[in-house]
């Protein structure tokens, strides 16, 4: 029997030729859409025969799942690394949508694919990925709550501020870099700023 860590390994597929795969196909359908692309679009990028894609992923939709898991379970990764639990509130806040935005910004071609190709997965892969992504929003909801109860913060819905922080994080992948923000650290400051606002923190 698989442990739960073996399941999603196999699920992404672990050679390199699979990662290959992977990488091209975040390129392809971050720049044309996941609908308008094509395995074979895929495989000539990499100068590969259109059924050399099929060993390691059996349809396009494989494809996107497994992009889709490896890129989620990234993000949540590396939101729980930032939180740091006894540590203030306030702080603790500041830590994870810094990483979490700065993740959308450095992986923005990924996160584009993973976070605004939902529809396109079937409902089973919907489902997979919709929890991790709830585990994800538990993370700034906890804290949130925690800032709260501490009396650090004045939320005044915490399940609508945690959608508008988890937003707009996500958000990032779609439009940057633009003319504006091209640095990930300055666009993660501005939106720890407004974090802040949204849940009421004392100065």
Partial sequence: MSTPAQAVACEVGTSKAAARIRTAAIEVFAAKG???????????SLDLSP??????????????????LEGHNAALATVMHADQPIAPPALRLAATV???????????????????????LSHEHFNAIADIRRTTSRVFTRIIEAGD??????????????????????D???????????????????YVELALRMVGAND
Wanted: glycine share 4%; charged share 20%.
């Fill in 34 to 44: 996941y609908g308008a692309s094509t395995t074979r679009e895929i495989a000539a």
């Fill in 51 to 68: 059924g050399a894609v099929y060993p390691h992923y059996k349809t396009k939709e494989s494809l996107l799942f497994a992009i889709s």
């Fill in 98 to 120: 810094t990483a979490y935005v700065k993740w959308h910004a450095d992986n923005h071609a990924l996160a584009r694919v993973v976070q605004h190709e939902l529809r396109s």
């Fill in 149 to 170: 109860a501490s009396g650090d913060f004045q939320t005044i819905d915490v399940e609508a501020a945690t959608l508008a922080i988890t937003s707009l994080g996500v």
């Fill in 172 to 190: 990032v992948s779609r439009w940057f870099p633009s003319n504006t923000y091209s640095e990930p650290d300055i666009i993660a400051t501005r």
